[in-house]
């Protein structure tokens, strides 16, 4: 006969081993993610400014 060997998990598996770790990269992504939305911003505004003088010398409506 052969022995089987089982490899499952502990029926009890403490919560938080998983949940902080989680809760702590949310925390960091969540701090940073805003900063990144700045930079973006920025351009865009620089990108339509540019774009409305480039149209007001040429003096197309449309591009």
Do not use: I, K
Request: glycine fraction near 8%; charged fraction near 10%; hydrophobic fraction near 50%.
């Amino acid at each position: 006969m052969s022995m089987v060997t089982s490899t499952r998990l502990p029926s009890r598996v403490r919560p938080c081993a998983g949940v902080v770790p989680c809760v702590a990269v949310v925390a960091v992504v969540g701090c940073y993610v805003p900063l990144l939305g700045v930079p973006l911003t920025g351009f865009l505004a620089v990108d339509v400014v540019l774009s409305w003088v480039a149209r007001r010398r040429t003096g197309h409506a449309h591009a």
